[in-house]
């Protein structure tokens, strides 16, 4: 029971984390049409950033000031380079973005080497907040889940509640209309991509200490927010969501089951699960859980 | 345009590349440069099958290393038994084992891959790349886990007097695979399939109405290609002597995005040019810096940015200027170009190597360029690169709107000729 509520609340924590990544990716997608490949990368770059800012002024720092650069990065990619792609057609921004992934890996092999580096979870953080049953559940956790609510929630007001939230939602339909009506569209395009950077910055900042920050982590990554896009739905943030907590809880629970089958344990398949739902969903149901359209 | 079969160009074309094949050993003399022609022709077979989707299917894939990986473990599997002595096939057609291997995954993989298009098959052509590679290293009884299977390719009686021990039959070999799978790959543009993938790719709303199945067509041809994905891997894996799960890898599904978009999407020939250009990056490139895949990745954005139709289309886009007699009007603007490039790149080399050389612990900080030495650690070592980099952009800026103002008065002028 204790092994199941704890498992239950890890599985909740990774799969906020992996929310948040992939709830920008759904905004930018069915906003721009772009699937930006590069997501993870900056998921990855908002990691090592609170990594340098960290060792040089702390973790609250970090905490802020990461993600802002992330946001800042992702908003000159979009200002520089997708917009210059854009006329060439979603295929080549695709690939632009693809690109970029490669780019933004070798810099971070160039500036902070080959191995992880020491980006540790802050004294005030690190400990136990509860016990249950005897085994503890660490402050980090708890923390995580708590800065991705709070973002969630945020972005979820901002979105509903402003002024520029409701041009955001109406450009993602009427981009026309709404350039008709005196708005800067392409101005909005960039501002959702580098929240949409910023927001992975973020999930970096807080994933990047409880798992490890290494240059291979925007790879390990990158593929299962792609699965959540395509199990939820393209374009469906509620099916992000559930999809997300799905695949989250999913891989916690299968990494940390000790049954096995035909000489195969679970932990071994863990990797292979979420591609495996993503191709049962596509054979049974092909626009995702939440999807509204087939194409 | 008229059809016309017996078209001599063409021959002459297909002629000359087959002479190609067979002088290039003799050309470029030496272990390295043999190497590195083995690899350019697997290469070549694996980036055009793989525009057999993206170009002509229009199928952005993100996983195809699937298929020549897994034509690749068939065929080591059959290697290593015809080693035991329980089977006897001779070795110059075991890539059609691989290709048939290839083409049985494809059957198997393509039928959820093309299900949809565009970047939804994108995302699913990764998931199941993903997938398959970590299959791999979950069975390492059957695929050998990280470290791979690794086997011998000289095997049984020669055949036909071909041991396939010296590095050159293996040229040849490869040599023979390439240029019959070029021609086999050719030849399918011009069927039906062929052109029904093209429908497909420019309007499958279209293509449907006129009683296609577009996901039957996309399937048909996403096996074709993976037929050919499954010989070149076989022929890798004749190579190498050693097949691993990097040989399914989504590295090896990027690398091969990479060549043939950088050779040219849009034209049946640019996937070779990406390929050759491609070797010679990862394997003469890479023994030079440890950026080389920066510097691949960079070469590849600025494509994606400013040709989008590859090197394949550059160098189509001279034609016409080249038959009306007008080149020499852009060699200067060109030479200014591609010296303005040239000093731009000095500078961001010389960047990105002080970069590395203070991240890499041991590793010395100087740089000594022209006998000219800098040291990473000092400000005006950063400050002469960086002035190299901004003046070779500004003088690039500059010179790339020369040739734009030459390149479209002279379109102007040919095409009121023609008109």
Redesign the interface.
């Known amino acids: 029971m204790e092994f199941f509520l704890v498992q239950t609340l890890n599985g909740i924590s990774y799969g906020l984390l992996l929310f948040m990544l992939s709830s920008g990716l759904t905004l930018v997608?069915s906003l721009m049409g772009v699937?930006n490949f590069a997501h993870a990368s900056f998921y990855m770059l908002g990691a090592y950033f609170a990594y340098q800012v960290s060792v040089k002024i702390g973790f609250w720092p970090a905490l802020v000031v990461a993600p802002l650069l992330a946001g800042a990065l992702g908003m000159l990619v979009e200002r520089f380079?997708l917009r210059?792609?854009h006329k060439?057609g979603?295929?080549?921004e695709?690939?632009?973005t693809?690109?970029?992934a490669?780019?933004i890996e070798?810099?971070v092999?160039?500036?902070?080497?080959r191995a992880a580096v020491e980006y540790r979870v802050p004294v005030e953080l690190d400990g136990p907040l509860f016990h249950i049953m005897g085994s503890q559940y660490p402050i980090y956790r708890g923390f995580m889940m708590l800065v991705s609510v709070a973002m969630l929630v945020s972005i979820w007001a901002a979105l509903t509640r402003t002024r520029i939230g409701l041009v955001i939602q109406a450009a993602l339909t009427h981009p026309q209309t709404v350039e008709a009506l005196g708005h800067n569209v392409p101005r909005v395009f960039m501002l959702v991509f580098g929240g949409g950077a910023a927001l992975a910055g973020l999930a970096g900042v807080i994933g990047g200490n409880a798992f490890v920050t290494e240059p291979g982590m925007a790879?390990a990554v990158g593929?299962i927010i792609?699965?959540i896009?395509?199990v939820g739905g393209?374009g469906s943030l509620a099916g992000a969501f559930v999809a997300s907590l799905l695949i989250g809880c999913m891989q916690t629970f299968a990494v940390s089951l000790d049954w096995s089958l035909a000489g195969?344990s679970i932990a071994?398949?863990a990797?292979?699960l979420?591609?495996?739902l993503?191709?049962l969903l596509?054979?049974f149901r092909?626009k995702g859980l939440m999807g509204t359209r087939?194409? | 345009m008229k059809y016309a079969p017996l078209y001599l160009g063409r021959w002459m074309l297909w002629g000359a590349s087959a002479l190609l094949f067979a002088v290039a050993p003799h050309v470029f003399k030496g272990g390295f440069a043999l190497t590195l022609l083995t690899q350019m022709g697997t290469l070549i077979i694996f980036a055009l099958s793989y525009n057999m989707l993206l170009g002509q299917g229009?199928m952005?894939s993100?996983g195809h290393a699937v298929y020549s990986g897994l034509g690749a473990y068939g065929v080591v599997h059959v290697l290593n038994f015809m080693g035991k002595g329980s089977l006897v096939f001779p070795v110059s057609l075991l890539p059609l084992v691989g290709g048939l291997a290839g083409l049985a995954f494809g059957l198997l993989f393509g039928y959820?891959t093309t299900?949809?298009?565009?970047?939804?098959f994108?995302?699913?052509s990764?998931?199941?790349g993903?997938?398959v590679f970590?299959?791999v290293?979950?069975f390492p009884g059957l695929f050998g886990g990280e470290a791979g299977i690794s086997t011998n390719r000289v095997v049984g009686q020669p055949f036909l007097g071909l041991s396939f021990g010296p590095a050159l039959q293996v040229y040849y070999l490869v040599a023979a695979w390439c240029f019959l799978s070029m021609a086999a790959m050719f030849a399918l543009t011009q069927t039906p399939l062929g052109r029904m993938a093209n429908a497909v790719r420019d309007n499958p709303e279209r293509a449907e109405f006129v009683g296609y199945n577009t996901q039957r067509v996309r399937f048909l041809q996403l096996v074709l290609s993976s037929f050919f994905a499954g010989v070149s891997g076989a022929l890798s894996c004749i190579n190498f002597e050693i097949v691993s799960a990097e040989n399914v890898s989504?590295i090896r599904s990027?690398g091969v995005?990479?060549a043939t978009?950088i050779g040219g999407v849009p034209f049946f020939f640019g996937p070779i040019i990406g390929a050759i250009v491609f070797v010679f990056f990862v394997v003469a490139l890479s023994g030079f810096t440890?950026?080389w895949?920066?510097y691949?990745?960079?070469f590849?954005?600025l494509m994606?940015?400013y040709a989008?139709g590859g090197i394949a289309a550059l160098i189509v886009m001279q034609f016409p200027v080249i038959r009306a007699g007008r080149w020499r009007e852009l060699l200067g603007p060109y030479a200014l170009a591609a010296l303005a490039a040239l000093v731009a790149l000095a500078g961001l080399i010389g960047l990105?190597e002080m970069?590395?050389r203070l991240?890499?612990?041991g590793a010395s900080t100087v740089l000594t360029v022209l006998g000219v030495s800098f040291d990473a650690r000092g400000a005006a070592s950063w400050f002469t690169f960086a002035a190299v980099l901004a003046a070779g952009l500004a003088a690039l800026r500059l010179a790339a709107r020369r040739v734009g103002e030459r390149w479209s008065a002279l379109q102007l002028e040919l095409q009121s000729r023609t008109a």
């Not at chain 1, 092999?109 to 080497?113: A, K, M, N, Y």
């Not at chain 2, 299900?115 to 939804?120: E, M, S, V, Y």
């Open positions: 997608f699937l380079g210059q792609v060439h979603h295929v080549a695709l690939l632009f693809f690109g970029l490669y780019l070798e810099a092999h160039l500036i902070w080497g790879a593929p792609f699965v896009v395509v393209m195969i071994q398949v990797p292979v979420p591609y495996l993503m191709v596509l054979i092909p087939e194409g | 229009g952005l993100f959820v299900r949809r298009a565009g970047t939804t994108a995302l699913i990764l998931g199941i993903e997938m970590a299959c290293l979950m989504a990027g995005l990479l978009y440890r950026a895949l920066l691949l990745g960079l590849f954005v994606v940015m989008p990105v970069v590395y991240s890499e612990p």
